[in-house]
């Protein structure tokens, strides 16, 4: 059971890879490596598409990259150019008709596609497409996006696809593999991240720049929001469009999704959540006074707890340790094994919890339930008082952006107020980071960011989108 | 491997299965057990659709059936109608992305298709239909036929389907599910086979009798050439299309394909098959004299062997014993292990075969290859003379309507002459059956067959349908 | 499921290969290729062991020979010498510690062995060896034997194991694979088979002449009751042992278990098949006058039938086909369903069988539900009467050598007399064939058969044995 | 590929676990519990042994505990007492013959045994076992205790354990179970680690206290060097043998293996390591001048990292990131993918290391390789100076007592001296913690430790024991 499930935390739906390099031949290998890197953006499937003298040749399955791959399997996929996907889902059932990347053949060519974001639009666009004659095979905006390319008046899969995103809206970053051409995009407000490196004469496209490094690859620059790059033969070339819209950056990727190690416009994740828990220390005044230790909850929490400790000047201990080994949960815990989801990832250091009043730091709090167990073991272990610090503000709203913040009734936050949510957790106070000071950690160096979650205030119109398909439409399950 | 692959026997690409029954919830079972009885039909994948609630669920993969589900996944798979397809490719590779039922969307709702036979201008129609924007993720036919129904300006499916049959060519045996909807379609010809059944109150088709046999289901009758069925809870409504083209029933269904135990028409095959050999006998002539023992090729030349025996008065000898274990060949053969695919499949009685002229009787010759093996294992089991009898005629032409006779090229009966070719499969004589003499086994049951394979006389314009699309679109592949 | 259990046959212990040829390196193809020809001797579990460089090597598991091995596995088993053994429990669960061949490491070095039989003293001498302080994995005769060998006086293995064997008593055909030496040994009444082959410098030990022809090798002669061979570098030595003894092989291997193309001191397994048919024509009488045709339960009864159409001058008919693809019974019949285990492998055809009188031929009845439910297929396929002929006595007796002929609670025919058992499986007559019937056909040939299954005249003392093992002794299970 | 693999770093060879809880039944899911936190300590193999009304019922298989066993697996392991084990292969191959427990019978009945540790007299006592006709099925020293017990004079198991223990000298923990009884017991230096919880009424028996904690049972205390207990329904027994050995604990278990939530007699083991990056850092002395950032190696250099910074005042920088997921490593690097192994593992973060002056603080070195790639990649990453940091002394010696330190030729610390090491490895400078100063971090908390992988000064003889067993006897190994 991946991490994030038993975490509560927002899922991310999806990475995305590709790279174009007619030098070399191991697109394959590279991408496997790229989405290894990429792996914490989703656990659900994992596929490879990549262009060999035959065609394009896609391997895509569910379950993790590890083990969708191996050597056998990434031999066939050699090849000079090709795209990669993580997924996560954020439909309940998991989908082997939803794996990405889709592979179409349409008048234009064979076109592969992977996405990481959503389209409010989507469901709008595919009854339309649907009442021109279109056919679905799963119930992916991707698929709505192949559908636009192949009708659209150009002839070129790059000019067909930059007249597709007239069309939609909402959250996207693609990448598109061609015959010929490698294409990455970005939605005019950049919600999700697209970056670019170089690896000798080779353009590589990924979500983060930890996929760059993995392959040795150079960063060069972010995608910019409403930049389509076309690469190929003759190099690089960018085309805009609608520039005139304000860049929202999803601020989630730096409170909780990226890598620590990955940075964007070249802002280290890790120190943006260090100063976020600084700020968080700032902002907890006269309480740190009742604080003997900073606690942070691993892996999620320590990076921010790290800044927490150096700005109020507390020590800071690690009083739970995680392990290492993820383990099943077919366990029907009994009495004597509480909070056993928990446990079986998190064990609490007694020796340095006891009798101690303990700032616990996490990096967001989604349903509570994890909270509930983690503030619940630290009282076990012998914690006097268990104040709990979050480094980001309460969830308030659902995200319409490619991020699984679970309905809005399960946002804690939008049930209860501070105090409530304290109470049901059973921490002894609970603090959160005010938007305000959350900004002010990353305003400096992003030009705007979207904090719909916790604001309500949506810089699109939300649609009816991903709801209406599942809701409406039945679901299209296939084999894996 | 499959046994065909050794056999070097033509390959029928697909079963097809479907029940229509409001009064059970088992309809996932009943497939399964009808694919296990069709199973003979095709080896590479297996797939079943059934209307459930919340949609038309789909569960498909590479592998036998018996491979394919188990029963967790059967119990998914409850419902009240549904369809199933086995499958075997005639490309070279093995496509997952290949694989039937499909599912699809469109503004009509969610149909699956499941197909026997191929299109004579299935290429034709698919670049047709992508330049109107359409886009196809597989090679297959049947989506094609999916887009011609999405297309059509009817607007429910019975009727789109019947309305897309005007525009399709060559040989098809369709079942198709709707949310509430059995369908049933016999191409005007009736190359392929497809049979009714009755269940209690339910109705089931299938592509051979033994499938309504396994579940307890009775044979009302053969689903017409030019005939669509729609099933429903009003019962079955029947419609017919171009009723003036003559039928052409496949032939190699009786020859080979078939299971001994269907019938067609209330036609046994095996009781064909002998009459079959009953007439190889008469045709034989004086070669009969040099005979002592007629010994068949297990199991395919059984039935014809028995027959050729009873006509002839000759003693019939299981010389050659199968066994009933598949072995794989990944074993590289030394000098002593001569034939040894062949061998790990058929091993000979010397008491028997040792000094005695042999009738050896097979149904039918392909490449030429296993004939080889065999009749050299028989000569060094000390058979004295090995005077192979087949009871069809020489195959000398492709098929075009859904049965793998390999390139022509390949058939050894397109570049050799019969004494060329007993020389080079070793036997001492080599006796096909006429087409006339095999057309009247069956004539007077069948309307009309197609023999196109043995004559060249193909009943419909061959198109360049799967090769132009196998030589000019690149394979679309995908994990399975 | 395996064949044999769907079937209700006596199921076989254990299959077993040696081969020994110092002038090649491919022992472990040939083994995988031998055990494969004897898979029907045992389908639990599969093992190969082959002397290398280093030491011995050893491969078990549970499943079929092809899917215990792949070609990587077998490219580690590479070696001059080995043996090989499939294996079929006899007790109600399998034990991935019961499978074989064994290997142990004593003062005299390396030992592997391989073992078909079953000791009827084997669970006085396992006390007797635990009273001495010896340690058991698993509960295997296997294992006693490997512990008299290491316990034995004389220092080199072929004496001490010549030496143990003066203390083992009952059925064991066995093949021993030291460093340097293959032996093989059959006990003093030859109950299981044991043949010997040539493959060019090189000798083989089968359990059955057919896995001799699989890889080419030539048959040399049968190794006698109460012979042990040990082959090394300076060839073939034989000793003999208990010489006093009678020969008493087990009529069950001619009547079922062996394959038909196998042969033991040259009489061909078919051919005797054909004539317990003959015999059971004879015996008939009568009887024969009601019948319209023989129709043989495939495939275990279709030698026997041909012989007996022949005797009798009626016609042979396939009446029922099986169906070559083994299925999984995990459905739940429903009503329609009747008869479903059998349905999934049997199927008759109806035009045969409608009207008609018939004569079933089947080898042997077990427990009688098999039977039961394929002449109640018969019937609703319209048959008129069905007399069921059996080629073999009432199986009366459990059997203790090495044969699962179940308690002998379960045997039908010790419960029943012969008009009861016809009723109880709805078949309108019911003959078996007499004692003195099968033994004229075999006794020319062998010098002396076991028949204690059908008369309980068991040629050594019964101990306790196994039963006691398996009572008194707690399960010793390992995973797979 | 295991972390350990990949980090270079000692590998412990096993982990034990077991249950004695008459009151409930689900010994097998709380031992799945157990080694799943015990995973850190092997993770090749994993087995669960339960007493249950039949008997003694063993699965086990060569993976991560998460592999081996499922729900359905679990359910079938249901009992009031049992034992666990996993493994790591201290030889070159990983032999499923050698997973534990192994389970035998002996004429004192079912036994089941874990163990821990190493035996120097394992050789000898299998040789002296061998003589006196035992025979071995592994070149386990678990399997030489059995023996043992079976020989031994006495009736009941404990008294011939305890026999026992008089002859075989080394490491080892062993947890064993019989019908009714769960025994532990540690060795008279007590080399390994075992501790006793409390679980209800229940007893649990565990390598490390995070095995307690995960099911919820509460700490006791450890087992004593030289203490035998005996649990069955009349409670805890103990017996004390060879009480004048003084304790040699293995210091590794401090400085690497245990897991930093686990506790030895109370001693925190994360608290502990703090303490050697203390001593690190007050015996750097003026080299601190030249450091700007403590950086540790994540996961094993965290603890000795904090207190490094916190003694010396240094500010402590995440500046390497660890992946949480694993990843194969079949890819072939090319010339830009330097350091793959090490990178798919860890990512530099450049906005850290950049121009810094890096203290770079590990737990020890073994082999060097990993420490080199690091160091690379940190200057890769723009580092000036990396001074590394190691919380322990040298590696000179080879382990007898259980740990794989690999051979002594590959331990770098026993080729070179530091400086060479040093410069070897690329780092600008090598400080390793003095023996001494190791001592004083445990001294004042434990009675004795081991150090004679630092000191080659052995508590023990050490015999020729697994060496010797490895190189005469050839290999045994067997199928999973």
């Known amino acids: 059971m991946p991490y994030e499930i038993m975490s509560g935390k927002p899922r991310e739906e999806c990475g995305v890879f590709g790279i174009f390099s007619p030098d070399r031949n191991d697109a394959g290998s590279l991408i496997y490596l790229g989405l290894h890197s990429l792996q914490h953006r989703g656990q659900e499937s994992a596929g490879i598409a990549v262009s060999q003298d035959k065609g394009i040749n896609l391997y895509k399955r569910m379950g993790l990259v590890d083990n969708v791959f191996n050597k056998s399997i990434i031999e066939t996929l050699s090849g000079w150019a090709g795209i990669g996907h993580v997924r996560y889902s954020t439909t309940g059932s998991s989908l082997a008709a939803n794996s990405q990347p889709i592979l179409i053949n349409s008048i234009k060519g064979q076109v592969a596609l992977a996405h990481n974001g959503n389209l409010v639009n989507g469901y709008e666009l595919r009854i339309a497409l649907e009442k021109k004659g279109s056919v679905f095979h799963s119930t992916l905006d991707t698929e709505v996006i192949a559908h636009l390319i192949a009708r659209s008046q150009y002839n070129d899969i790059p000019s067909a696809l930059l007249d597709s995103l007239k069309t939609i809206e909402g959250a996207y970053s693609l990448v598109v593999l061609t015959r010929d051409k490698l294409i990455g995009v970005r939605d005019p407000r950049g919600f999700r991240p697209l970056v670019m490196g170089k690896l000798g004469e080779g353009i590589v496209l990924a979500s983060e720049t930890c996929a760059l490094n ?267």
């Open 214 to 480: 993995i392959i040795g690859a150079e960063y060069v620059r972010d995608i910019e929001p409403g930049e389509m790059v076309v690469i190929d033969e003759n190099g690089v070339q960018s085309y805009s469009f609608n520039p005139e819209v304000e860049p929202r950056f999803c601020i989630f990727e730096y409170i909780y999704f990226a890598r620590p190690d990955s940075s964007f416009n070249g802002n280290n994740v890790h120190l943006i959540r260090k100063d976020m828990g600084r700020q968080l220390a700032r902002e907890a005044g006269d309480l740190l006074k009742k604080i003997d230790v900073v606690v942070p909850v691993p892996d999620s929490g320590i990076s921010s707890a790290q800044g927490f400790a150096e700005e109020s000047g507390l020590p800071f201990q690690y009083g739970l340790i995680k392990n290492r080994y993820v383990g099943r949960t077919f366990i029907n815990p009994t009495q004597e094994m509480r909070n056993l989801k928990v446990r079986m990832k998190l064990n609490p250091i007694k020796n340095i919890i006891r009798g101690k009043n303990i700032a616990l730091i996490d990096d967001s709090i989604v349903r509570g339930t994890t909270s509930r167990q983690i503030v619940n073991m630290l009282k076990e272990a012998g914690a006097r008082d268990v104040h709990l610090f979050v480094s980001s503000p309460p969830v308030t709203h659902s995200c319409y952006y490619g991020l699984d913040t679970s309905n809005r009734q399960e946002l804690i936050a939008s049930r209860l107020n501070v105090k409530d949510i304290a109470r049901e957790i059973g921490a002894d106070s609970l603090t959160y980071l005010s938007i305000e000071g959350l900004l002010s950690t990353v305003e400096r160096k992003e030009k705007g960011c979207c904090v719909a979650c916790f604001s309500g205030d949506y810089p699109t119109r939300t649609g009816n989108g991903k709801l209406a398909l599942e809701k409406n439409v039945p679901e299209i399950k296939s084999g894996q």
